[in-house]
C-alpha cells in the first residue's frame, strides 16, 4: 500500500489495511447513496471493487482519476480541468479500458484543443446554456 491510506491505517491498524486490501466488494447502482459508498470504500483502500452502473464517475483532479481508475470505472467525465491535467488524465488512463469525457469550462473555441488531448467525448454546455426560448401555446380556435 502507497501512503494515500495512511489516515485509515491509524483507524484500523495494519492488519485492517492488510484485511481491506484482500476484500471485494461490489456496489450496485451508484445515484444516491451508492456514489457516496463507492467513493468511501475506494478512499478505505479496498483491494477490488465491482460497479455494477451504467452511469459515469465524475472527477475534478487527478487523484480523484486514479481513485476512479483504481476502482475499476469504465466511464469518467473530466469536470473543469485545465488542457494540461486533462492531458495528464488521458494519459494516465490510456492503458485501461476507460472512457473520458471532458465537461465544464467548455467553450466552442476551446473545443479543438480539448480535443487535442486525447478525450474521447466532449460535452459543450455554450450551446444550451444561451439557447433561446420560445413560449408554444397548442391551444386551437374554432374559426
Avoid: Q, W
Wanted: hydrophobic share 50%.
Amino acid at each position: 500500500m502507497d501512503g494515500r491510506f495512511e489516515r485509515t491505517r491509524l483507524l484500523v491498524g495494519d492488519e485492517g489495511i492488510e484485511r481491506l486490501a484482500r476484500a471485494a466488494v461490489v456496489v450496485f447502482g451508484l445515484g444516491g447513496v451508492g456514489s457516496y459508498a463507492a467513493e468511501a470504500i475506494a478512499r478505505a483502500g479496498v483491494g477490488h471493487i465491482v460497479l455494477v452502473d451504467s452511469d459515469c464517475v465524475e472527477v475534478t483532479n487527478l487523484t480523484e482519476l486514479k481513485e476512479a481508475l483504481d476502482a475499476g470505472a469504465d466511464s469518467i467525465l473530466l469536470d473543469n480541468m485545465s488542457l494540461e491535467m486533462m492531458a495528464k488524465a488521458v494519459k494516465l488512463a490510456k492503458k485501461r479500458n476507460v472512457v473520458l469525457e471532458a465537461s465544464g469550462n467548455v467553450t466552442l473555441a476551446r473545443v479543438r484543443a480539448i480535443a487535442e488531448t486525447g478525450v474521447h467525448y466532449i460535452s459543450v454546455g455554450e450551446l444550451t446554456h444561451s439557447a433561446p426560448s420560445v413560449d408554444l401555446s397548442l391551444l386551437i380556435e374554432n374559426a
